[in-house]
T-cell receptor, first 109, second 111 residues
Framework: RKEVEQDPGPFNVPEGATVAFNCTYSNSASQSFFWYRQDCRKEPKLLMSVYSSGNEDGRFTAQLNRASQYISLLIRDSKLSDSATYLCVARNQGGKLIFGQGTELSVKP | SQTIHQWPATLVQPVGSPLSLECTVEGTSNPNLYWYRQAAGRGLQLLFY??????ISSEVPQNLSASRPQDRQFILSSKKLLLSDSGFYLCAWSGTGEEAFFGQGTRLTVV
C-alpha cells in the first residue's frame, strides 16, 4: 500500500465549477501535510499547507481529518489557469516528505 | 532569501555511462535535502533524503547513489546508467517541519 494515495483523475470540469480532491495517508504518525501544484514538465510548487482546523486561501480550501487519515482540497470557481496536477504530501515523523501520485485537473472553457 | 539551483536542465546519456547531478541551496543552513524521480505521467518517488553532511537515507534499492559533501550541496550519481534511469530528477530542500522547495529539475534521457 502506498503511504500517500490520491485518485489520479483526470478530472475534467467546466470553468466556474467546484472540484474536490481527496487524499489518504497510511502513516498515522505523519506530522504535517501540504498540497502542491505541478504544471506540465515543471517542478512542483507549494499551493498551501494543511492545518487541522482547516484553512482557506482565496478559492482554495484545505482540510485535514487525522482520525480518518484523510486530506482534501476544494477549488471553487475553477479557472482555466487551475489546470495542472495537484499533489498531496505528508511529512512523516522522520522528516521525509512523501508525495501522492497526483491528481490531474483539466478546466475547460 | 533561499534559492535552490539544480543543473543541468536536460541531459541525454548513453546506457552504461556515468551520471552526476548537482544541487546547491543558498540562504539557509542545515537544510533537509531530497532527491526525487518522476517517471512520465507518474508521481514523485523519493530516492534519497539527507538531514546533514554525510547523513543520507536511501529509499529505494537502485542503480543510483547520493552524497552530501557540504551542508548545502547534494549530488546524485550513477556509475553506469540503465534505460530505466530515464526520468525527471528533482532536488528539494526544507527546514525542520516545513514544506519543501524544489529546483527546476533535470530531465534525463538514457539512450
Amino acid at each position: 500500500r502506498k503511504e500517500v494515495e490520491q485518485d489520479p483523475g483526470p478530472f475534467n470540469v467546466p470553468e466556474g465549477a467546484t472540484v474536490a480532491f481527496n487524499c489518504t495517508y497510511s502513516n498515522s504518525a505523519s506530522q504535517s501535510f501540504f498540497w502542491y501544484r505541478q504544471d506540465c514538465r515543471k517542478e512542483p510548487k507549494l499551493l498551501m499547507s494543511v492545518y487541522s482546523s482547516g484553512n482557506e486561501d482565496g478559492r482554495f480550501t484545505a482540510q485535514l481529518n487525522r482520525a480518518s487519515q484523510y486530506i482534501s482540497l476544494l477549488i471553487r470557481d475553477s479557472k482555466l489557469s487551475d489546470s495542472a496536477t495537484y499533489l498531496c504530501v505528508a511529512r512523516n515523523q522522520g522528516g521525509k516528505l512523501i508525495f501522492g501520485q497526483g491528481t490531474e485537473l483539466s478546466v475547460k472553457p | 532569501s533561499q534559492t535552490i539551483h539544480q543543473w543541468p536542465a536536460t541531459l541525454v546519456q548513453p546506457v552504461g555511462s556515468p551520471l552526476s547531478l548537482e544541487c546547491t541551496v543558498e540562504g539557509t543552513s542545515n537544510p533537509n535535502l531530497y532527491w526525487y524521480r518522476q517517471a512520465a505521467g507518474r508521481g514523485l518517488q523519493l530516492l534519497f533524503y539527507s538531514v546533514g553532511i554525510g547523513q543520507i537515507s536511501s529509499e529505494v534499492p537502485q542503480n543510483l547513489s547520493a552524497s552530501r559533501p557540504q551542508d548545502r550541496q547534494f549530488i546524485l550519481s550513477s556509475k553506469k546508467l540503465l534505460l530505466s534511469d530515464s526520468g525527471f530528477y528533482l532536488c528539494a530542500w526544507s527546514g525542520t517541519g516545513e514544506e519543501a522547495f524544489f529546483g527546476q529539475g533535470t530531465r534525463l534521457t538514457v539512450v
